[in-house]
T-cell receptor, first 111, second 112 residues
Framework: GQSLEQPSEVTAVEGAIVQINCTYQ??????LSWYQQHDGGAPTFLSY????GLEETGRFSSFLSRSDSYGYLLLQELQMKDSASYFC????????????FGTGTRLTVIP | DAGVTQSPTHLIKTRGQQVTLRCSPK?????VSWYQQALGQGPQFIFQ???????QRGNFPDRFSGHQFPNYSSELNVNALLLGDSALYLC???????????FGPGTRLTVL
């Protein structure tokens, strides 16, 4: 089976940098994805890591260490609109592209 | 280009009833996955359809079944509804070898 652990809540100041960690245990591993979900909205894709290292997309970066079964999402220059829930999700080894989600981290950005 | 659409937006049912939820994938996508998201939790994978067949299934009972049509749209059926089935049901579509799943707005199901 799969299990993922993330902090349940994080609070950060507007303009700051925040890192959301994710550790996973899975019988097979194909990649780690990150999704953002605003209250009442649908999850939206942020990033995907299949190999070790850092992927950067604008203000968002994601890191993966396969040997440590660990990843993180880094959000820079925080804006109020970044207040949302952030989920890491494992794509299992079958590559069938279904996702197993963590319980999510609720990020609150304060002025 | 329309994204993933789902219907209905909200639904209220009573225990023991049956429900059908519908999903149209993003244009050009052939794979549809269904997820259940309880309040305060992450989405839980129900099953995935590809080429009109169930390709993979999560840890959900047989009361949950689905279908994919030749135009790639999909239905999720839940029989003998329980109170615990109350949740947001999300449909997501993806293309061949796509790393990104595109989610629809979801159907909020309430079972009384």
């Amino acid at each position: 089976g799969q299990s993922l652990e993330q902090p349940s809540e994080v609070t950060a100041v507007e303009g700051a940098i925040v890192q959301i960690n994710c550790t996973y245990q899975t019988s097979g591993f194909y990649g780690l994805s990150w999704y953002q979900q605003h209250d009442g909205g649908a999850p939206t894709f942020l990033s995907y890591n299949a190999l070790d290292g850092l992927e950067e997309t604008g203000r968002f970066s994601s890191f993966l260490s396969r040997s440590d079964s660990y990843g993180y999402l880094l959000l820079q220059e925080l804006q109020m609109k970044d207040s949302a829930s952030y989920f890491c999700a494992v794509r299992d080894q079958t590559g069938a592209n279904n996702l197993f989600f963590g319980t999510g981290t609720r990020l609150t950005v304060i002025p | 280009d329309a994204g993933v659409t789902q219907s209905p937006t909200h639904l209220i049912k009573t225990r023991g009833q049956q429900v059908t939820l519908r999903c149209s994938p993003k244009s050009g996508h052939d794979t549809v996955s269904w997820y259940q998201q309880a309040l305060g939790q992450g989405p839980q994978f129900i099953f995935q359809y590809y080429e009109e067949e169930e390709r993979q299934r999560g840890n959900f009972p047989d009361r949950f079944s689905g279908h994919q049509f030749p135009n790639y749209s999909s239905e999720l059926n839940v029989n003998a509804l329980l109170l615990g089935d109350s949740a947001l049901y999300l449909c997501a579509s993806s293309g061949v070898a796509g790393n990104e799943q595109f989610f629809g707005p979801g159907t909020r199901l309430t079972v009384l």
